[in-house]
C-alpha cells in the first residue's frame, strides 16, 4: 500500500500553513486487514483508550441552537483531553463533523498558546489528537487533485486550496482538522456503510490485540513527544488468536443523520457494537429514540413493533422527502432496519446496546458526552467468569482516565462481587491531578498504601506525577537551589526529604525509605497497622510538597491521629510559604492550623515531637 498512500496539503487565504496529513485511496474490496495493519504501522497511529465512531450524515443536518454546538464541542473536548481516542467521521466539513473539526482547531490552538507560555512542560500530560475521516470520494470537491504524480520526497502529495471557490453541487470540502483520512474509490452510500463498520471493527481487533500483548507502543505518550509513537519491534499478532474478547471498546454515537445512518447503526448493534443516541438533535437520531422509547420494556415487542410502524413509515416521508418519491421497498427497508436494532437489543437479558442521551431533559447536556458513552460500553458487557477482574480493571481505569469517580461508584464499585484495586490503577490515581475522588474511593475500598508504597515508588511519585511545576520551582529551585531540569535520584528520598522535614516542622528521621521498601514486601519490623501509618505520612508528605492540597485534605482522612497530623501539615505549609509566593497558599495554611484546633504554639511543639517519635518507632 506504500505506493498508493500520499499526504495532503491543505491551503487558504485565511489560515496559516498547516501541516501535510497522511491519506490513503482504497477500493471497497481492499483487505481490511492489511489496511489496518498500514494505518497503525506505517502512520505510526497510537493504540487507544477508546474508539468513538460519529453517526451523522453528509446531506442530512441541520443547523443547531448555539448552546448545543457549544455543549457538543466541550463535551468531545473533554474525551479527547482525558484519554486517547480515535475519533472516526465521514470526514467532511459539513454538519456535526464540521462542529467537531472546528473544536479540534479551538484545542490546538489552546496547545500552542500553553506551549509558548511555558519553559518547560513539568510533566503536564497532553494526550495525542486522532480524528480519521472515512470519505467516499463521490463526494470529495477537488478530487482531480488526487491524480498528480509524486512529490519531492518520492511519496503522492495533493494540494487541496480551500480558498478559491465554493465546493460544486453536491461535493464537499475534507474537514482539514482531521488527522488521517481514508479515501473509498468507486463506493456508493450503501457500499460505504458496510466498508467503514467493517474496517472499524477491524482496527479494534488490531488495536486491542496489540494492547493486549503489546507491540512497541508507549502508553500515555504526549502528542507533545517526539517518540509517541514508534514502528512496531515485533510483527502483530493474529487478532483472531487473542485469548480474551476484551480490548479497546468501540462505541458510536449517533446525532441527526439520514436513512444511511439508520442502516449504520443497525450494522453496530447486529456486531454488538454499543450505539449512543442524541435524542433532540434531529433527524434519524430523533426517529430512533421514539422508536426505542415507545418499545423499551415492552411486555410484548413484536405487537408494539406492529403498532408502531405506520407512525414510523410517516415520519419517514415527512423528514426525507426523496424517500416518499422514491420506491416503497426503500422505506420499508429502512423501517424494518429500525425495527431489528429493537429486536436486536432486547435479544440478550444481560447485554443492551443502545443508550439514549435525551436533550429535551433538564439534566441531560451533551458536555457530559463522556458520561454516556460510559455507560453505553458498560450496558453491553457481558461479564464471563474466566476474565471478569480483568474487566472491571480496564472499566476502572477508562473511568479513571475520564475522570467518572461517580460513575465509577455506582457501576464498579457496587457490584456484588469485591473489587480489588491493583498498585497500577492506584499509581495512575495518585499522579493524574484532579482525581483525589477517586483516591478516597480506593482508600475506602481497604486498598493498602503500604503494600504500593517502596522508597522507589515515592521517587517515581515526584518524578512522573502530572505538572511538577510546583515542586520543581519552589521545592527544588528556590528551597534546595538545584538548576531548572534536576532528576531526584535515590539521594533525594534518602536524605533530602527528611532534611525539608526537620527544617519545616523540627520532626527527625520521618521517613525511613529502607522501611518502605521492606514493608511493601510484606517484611515488617512491626505490625502492618504500622506500616500503613508511616506509608500514609510518606504520602502525606508528598503530596504537600506538590503544592496538592486537596489530596494531602484526602489522605488525612484515613490517618490515626488526624489533630496531630494536621498541625504537621500546616508546620509544613508554613515553612513552604517562605519559599513561594502562591496566592492561595496563606489560605491553606490557616486552614490546616484550624483542623489542629492548637491550644497554644507549645502544644504545636508537643505534637510534632510526638508524631516524630511515631513515625521512627
Given at each position: 500500500?506504500?505506493?498508493?498512500?500520499?499526504?495532503?496539503?491543505?491551503?487558504?487565504?485565511?489560515?496559516?500553513a498547516?501541516?501535510?496529513?497522511?491519506?490513503?485511496?482504497?477500493?471497497?474490496?481492499?483487505?481490511?486487514?492489511?489496511?489496518?495493519?498500514?494505518?497503525?504501522?506505517?502512520?505510526?497511529?497510537k493504540?487507544?483508550?477508546?474508539?468513538?465512531s460519529?453517526?451523522?450524515?453528509?446531506?442530512?443536518?441541520?443547523?443547531?441552537?448555539?448552546?448545543?454546538?457549544?455543549?457538543f464541542?466541550?463535551?468531545?473536548?473533554?474525551?479527547i483531553?482525558?484519554s486517547?481516542?480515535?475519533?472516526?467521521?465521514?470526514?467532511?466539513?459539513?454538519?456535526?463533523?464540521?462542529?467537531l473539526?472546528?473544536?479540534v482547531?479551538?484545542?490546538?490552538?489552546?496547545?500552542?498558546?500553553?506551549?509558548?507560555?511555558?519553559?518547560?512542560?513539568y510533566?503536564?500530560r497532553?494526550?495525542?489528537?486522532?480524528?480519521v475521516?472515512?470519505?467516499?470520494?463521490?463526494?470529495?470537491?477537488?478530487?482531480?487533485?488526487f491524480?498528480?504524480?509524486?512529490?519531492s520526497?518520492?511519496?503522492?502529495?495533493?494540494?487541496?486550496?480551500?480558498?478559491?471557490?465554493?465546493?460544486?453541487?453536491?461535493?464537499?470540502?475534507?474537514?482539514v482538522?482531521h488527522?488521517?483520512?481514508?479515501?473509498?474509490n468507486g463506493?456508493?452510500s450503501?457500499?460505504?456503510?458496510t466498508?467503514?463498520?467493517?474496517l472499524e471493527?477491524?482496527?479494534?481487533?488490531?488495536?486491542?490485540?496489540?494492547?493486549?500483548?503489546g507491540n512497541?507502543?508507549?502508553?500515555?505518550?504526549?502528542?507533545?513527544d517526539?517518540?509517541?509513537?514508534?514502528?512496531?519491534?515485533?510483527?502483530?499478532?493474529?487478532?483472531?488468536?487473542?485469548?480474551?474478547?476484551m480490548?479497546?471498546?468501540?462505541?458510536?454515537?449517533?446525532?441527526?443523520?439520514?436513512?444511511?445512518?439508520?442502516?449504520?447503526?443497525?450494522?453496530?448493534?447486529?456486531?454488538?457494537?454499543p450505539?449512543v443516541?442524541?435524542?433532540g438533535?434531529?433527524?434519524a437520531?430523533?426517529?430512533?429514540a421514539?422508536v426505542?422509547e415507545?418499545?423499551?420494556e415492552?411486555?410484548?415487542?413484536?405487537?408494539?413493533?406492529?403498532?408502531i410502524?405506520?407512525e414510523?413509515?410517516k415520519?419517514?416521508?415527512t423528514?426525507?422527502?426523496k424517500?416518499k418519491q422514491?420506491?416503497?421497498?426503500?422505506?420499508?427497508?429502512c423501517?424494518q432496519?429500525?425495527?431489528?436494532?429493537?429486536r436486536?437489543?432486547?435479544?440478550?437479558?444481560?447485554?443492551?446496546y443502545?443508550?439514549?442521551?435525551?436533550?429535551?431533559?433538564?439534566?441531560?447536556?451533551?458536555a457530559?458526552i463522556?458520561?454516556?458513552?460510559?455507560?453505553?460500553?458498560?450496558g453491553?458487557?457481558?461479564?464471563?467468569?474466566?476474565?471478569?477482574?480483568?474487566?472491571?480493571?480496564?472499566?476502572?481505569?477508562l473511568?479513571?482516565?475520564?475522570?467518572?469517580?461517580?460513575?465509577?461508584?455506582?457501576?464498579?464499585?457496587?457490584r456484588?462481587?469485591?473489587?480489588k484495586?491493583?498498585?497500577?490503577?492506584?499509581?495512575?490515581?495518585?499522579?493524574?491531578k484532579n482525581?483525589?475522588d477517586?483516591?478516597?474511593?480506593?482508600?475506602?475500598?481497604?486498598?493498602?498504601?503500604?503494600?504500593?508504597?517502596?522508597?522507589?515508588a515515592?521517587?517515581?511519585?515526584?518524578?512522573?506525577?502530572?505538572?511538577?511545576?510546583?515542586?520543581?520551582v519552589?521545592?527544588?529551585?528556590?528551597?534546595?537551589?538545584?538548576?531548572?531540569?534536576?532528576?531526584?535520584?535515590?539521594?533525594?528520598?534518602?536524605?533530602?526529604?527528611?532534611?525539608?522535614?526537620?527544617?519545616?516542622?523540627r520532626?527527625?528521621?520521618?521517613?525511613?525509605?529502607?522501611?518502605?521498601?521492606?514493608?511493601?514486601?510484606g517484611?515488617?519490623?512491626?505490625?502492618?497497622?504500622?506500616?500503613?501509618?508511616?506509608?500514609l505520612n510518606?504520602?502525606?508528605?508528598w503530596?504537600?510538597?506538590?503544592g496538592?492540597?486537596?489530596l494531602t485534605?484526602?489522605f488525612?482522612?484515613?490517618v490515626?491521629?488526624p489533630?496531630?497530623?494536621?498541625?504537621f501539615?500546616?508546620?509544613m505549609?508554613?515553612?513552604?510559604?517562605?519559599?513561594?509566593?502562591?496566592?492561595?497558599?496563606?489560605?491553606?495554611?490557616?486552614i490546616?492550623?484550624e483542623?489542629?484546633?492548637?491550644?497554644?504554639?507549645?502544644?504545636n511543639?508537643?505534637?510534632?515531637?510526638?508524631?516524630?517519635?511515631e513515625?521512627?518507632?
Amino acid at each position: 500500500m506504500d505506493n498508493l498512500a500520499g499526504v495532503i496539503k491543505f491551503t487558504a487565504d485565511n489560515m496559516a500553513a498547516e501541516e501535510e496529513k497522511p491519506y490513503i485511496p482504497v477500493f471497497c474490496d481492499v483487505s481490511l486487514k492489511t489496511l489496518a495493519e498500514f494505518m497503525l504501522d506505517r502512520w505510526k497511529m497510537k493504540v487507544p483508550d477508546v474508539m468513538i465512531s460519529i453517526v451523522t450524515g453528509v446531506y442530512h443536518n441541520k443547523n443547531w441552537p448555539e448552546d448545543y454546538a457549544i455543549a457538543f464541542q466541550a463535551g468531545l473536548t473533554k474525551v479527547i483531553n482525558t484519554s486517547h481516542a480515535w475519533i472516526l467521521t465521514h470526514g467532511f466539513h459539513t454538519g456535526v463533523v464540521k462542529l467537531l473539526g472546528e473544536a479540534v482547531r479551538d484545542e490546538l490552538d489552546r496547545r500552542t498558546v500553553r506551549k509558548t507560555r511555558t519553559v518547560r512542560r513539568y510533566n503536564k500530560r497532553v494526550s495525542q489528537i486522532t480524528l480519521v475521516g472515512i470519505c467516499t470520494d463521490s463526494l470529495v470537491n477537488e478530487l482531480e487533485a488526487f491524480q498528480g504524480g509524486e512529490g519531492s520526497s518520492g511519496r503522492r502529495r495533493v494540494e487541496l486550496d480551500l480558498g478559491v471557490e465554493k465546493p460544486a453541487r453536491q461535493k464537499f470540502n475534507l474537514d482539514v482538522y482531521h488527522t488521517h483520512y481514508v479515501i473509498v474509490n468507486g463506493s456508493t452510500s450503501k457500499s460505504l456503510v458496510t466498508f467503514r463498520t467493517d474496517l472499524e471493527k477491524e482496527l479494534q481487533r488490531f488495536s486491542s490485540c496489540r494492547k493486549n500483548f503489546g507491540n512497541g507502543y508507549t502508553e500515555n505518550s504526549s502528542d507533545e513527544d517526539d517518540t509517541h509513537s514508534a514502528v512496531p519491534l515485533r510483527p502483530t499478532p493474529d487478532p483472531s488468536a487473542s485469548r480474551s474478547q476484551m480490548g479497546v471498546p468501540l462505541v458510536a454515537l449517533m446525532l441527526q443523520g439520514g436513512p444511511y445512518e439508520i442502516l449504520q447503526v443497525w450494522t453496530y448493534i447486529k456486531n454488538r457494537t454499543p450505539v449512543v443516541v442524541v435524542k433532540g438533535s434531529g433527524l434519524a437520531a430523533d426517529l430512533f429514540a421514539y422508536v426505542y422509547e415507545e418499545t423499551n420494556e415492552s411486555g410484548d415487542l413484536e405487537k408494539d413493533l406492529a403498532n408502531i410502524t405506520p407512525e414510523i413509515l410517516k415520519r419517514l416521508e415527512t423528514m426525507f422527502p426523496k424517500m416518499k418519491q422514491g420506491s416503497d421497498e426503500d422505506r420499508q427497508e429502512c423501517c424494518q432496519k429500525l425495527l431489528d436494532c429493537m429486536r436486536l437489543d432486547s435479544a440478550q437479558e444481560d447485554e443492551h446496546y443502545i443508550t439514549i442521551l435525551d436533550l429535551t431533559r433538564a439534566s441531560s447536556d451533551l458536555a457530559d458526552i463522556d458520561l454516556y458513552i460510559l455507560k453505553a460500553i458498560f450496558g453491553s458487557q457481558k461479564t464471563r467468569e474466566v476474565d471478569w477482574k480483568e474487566q472491571i480493571r480496564r472499566d476502572l481505569m477508562l473511568t479513571l482516565q475520564w475522570n467518572r469517580p461517580d460513575f465509577a461508584r455506582e457501576e464498579i464499585m457496587n457490584r456484588s462481587i469485591k473489587v480489588k484495586v491493583d498498585k497500577d490503577i492506584f499509581r495512575l490515581a495518585l499522579i493524574m491531578k484532579n482525581r483525589e475522588d477517586f483516591v478516597d474511593l480506593i482508600l475506602h475500598q481497604g486498598f493498602k498504601t503500604h503494600k504500593f508504597l517502596s522508597h522507589r515508588a515515592l521517587i517515581d511519585l515526584f518524578c512522573h506525577a502530572e505538572d511538577t511545576e510546583f515542586f520543581a520551582v519552589n521545592v527544588l529551585g528556590n528551597l534546595m537551589g538545584y538548576v531548572p531540569g534536576t532528576v531526584i535520584g535515590e539521594r533525594f528520598v534518602l536524605e533530602d526529604l527528611n532534611w525539608i522535614i526537620v527544617t519545616f516542622t523540627r520532626v527527625e528521621r520521618f521517613i525511613n525509605a529502607y522501611e518502605l521498601s521492606t514493608n511493601s514486601c510484606g517484611i515488617y519490623s512491626t505490625e502492618p497497622s504500622v506500616a500503613e501509618r508511616k506509608s500514609l505520612n510518606a504520602l502525606i508528605v508528598w503530596s504537600t510538597l506538590m503544592g496538592r492540597h486537596e489530596l494531602t485534605k484526602v489522605f488525612w482522612k484515613y490517618v490515626e491521629d488526624p489533630i496531630t497530623t494536621a498541625i504537621f501539615v500546616s508546620a509544613m505549609w508554613n515553612g513552604l510559604s517562605r519559599f513561594c509566593r502562591e496566592p492561595e497558599l496563606e489560605k491553606d495554611i490557616r486552614i490546616w492550623y484550624e483542623y489542629g484546633d492548637p491550644c497554644s504554639d507549645q502544644h504545636n511543639v508537643h505534637s510534632l515531637c510526638f508524631i516524630g517519635e511515631e513515625n521512627s518507632e
